[in-house]
């Protein structure tokens, strides 16, 4: 039986590693075992690859070479980590996908949507998600949440408050554009109650 693929996205402490190690211990109380993932750093070579993309205080890296990274990471994810998981029937839970790199480096960046759709193609060769979570709220507020939370700010993290906005306003874009398959959970919610919502939602998955 070939597993699931449920996608995690928003903008910067939206709370989707939060959701997501709930969602594996919840996955693992009904005896379904699950992956947890993440891109960028899903794989050996993307943990490298995310130290060069988030590391901060480093030479300027340029838009088109950082979508060229964030592609090379999900080629080897995709490969190494979500076909073989996927093959044997596991239910995959993953930290941004595809959709990131939509809203980060295409509206965020600015870059050639064509061209995004394009790399994103080569480097999922043809792997589609069952189900994308997105975790909507303000960008200020995820920020906000971050620095609350003592980590240090990443590269991206430390981009102007415009960017994020508009990050935040690409999700938007596609949760309308695929309302069929983008789920939009309201991010500013308890813990606990967005956790329900993600069971009910899954639990039809799982019938299914
Ligand atoms: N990126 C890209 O540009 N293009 C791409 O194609 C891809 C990625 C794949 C990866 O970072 C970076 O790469 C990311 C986009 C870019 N930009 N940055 N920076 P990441 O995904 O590894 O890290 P992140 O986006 O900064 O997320 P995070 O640190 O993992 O945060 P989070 O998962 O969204 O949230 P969290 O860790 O679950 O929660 C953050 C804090 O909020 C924490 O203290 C929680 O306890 C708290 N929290 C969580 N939920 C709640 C609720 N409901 N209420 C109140 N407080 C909460």
Same mark, same amino acid.
């Given at each position: 039986?070939?597993?699931?693929?449920?996608?995690?996205?928003?903008? $910067?402490?939206?709370?989707?590693?939060?959701?997501?190690?709930?969602?594996?211990?919840?996955?693992?109380?009904?005896?379904?075992?699950?992956?947890?993932?993440r891109e960028p750093g899903g794989t050996e070579l993307g943990v490298d690859l995310r130290r060069l993309l988030l590391e901060t205080g480093k030479n300027h890296i340029a838009s088109r070479t950082e979508l060229l990274l964030y592609a090379a990471d999900r080629a080897q994810h995709v490969e190494q980590e979500l076909k073989?998981?996927?093959? =044997?029937?596991?239910?995959?839970?993953?930290?941004?996908?595809?959709?990131? &790199?939509?809203?980060?480096?295409?509206?965020?960046?600015?870059?050639?949507?064509?061209?995004?759709?394009?790399?994103?193609?080569?480097? &999922?060769?043809?792997?589609?998600?069952?189900?994308?979570?997105?975790?909507?709220?303000?960008? $200020?507020?995820?920020?906000?949440?971050?620095?609350?939370?003592? $980590?240090?700010?990443?590269?991206?993290?430390?981009?102007?408050?415009?960017?994020?906005?508009?990050?935040?306003?690409?999700?938007?874009?596609?949760?309308? &554009?695929?309302?069929?398959?983008?789920?939009?959970?309201?991010?500013?919610?308890?813990? $606990? =109650?967005?956790?329900?919502?993600?069971?009910?939602?899954?639990?039809?998955?799982?019938?299914?």
């Open positions: 039986m070939q597993g699931k693929l449920i996608i995690f996205e928003g903008v $910067e402490g939206c709370g989707k590693t939060t959701q997501i190690q709930l969602t594996s211990q919840w996955l693992q109380s009904l005896g379904i075992e699950a992956v947890v993932t073989p998981n996927l093959a =044997s029937g596991k239910f995959v839970l993953c930290d941004r996908f595809i959709y990131s &790199t939509i809203a980060y480096q295409g509206y965020g960046r600015s870059l050639d949507m064509d061209l995004i759709n394009q790399l994103n193609q080569i480097a &999922t060769a043809g792997l589609v998600s069952d189900l994308v979570f997105w975790f909507d709220v303000d960008a $200020e507020i995820g920020l906000q949440r971050k620095r609350s939370s003592g $980590e240090i700010a990443d590269r991206i993290e430390e981009e102007k408050i415009d960017f994020h906005k508009r990050v935040q306003q690409g999700y938007g874009e596609l949760a309308k &554009t695929y309302p069929e398959f983008i789920i939009r959970i309201d991010a500013s919610l308890s813990k $606990e =109650s967005i956790q329900q919502q993600i069971q009910d939602k899954l639990s039809k998955v799982i019938i299914n």
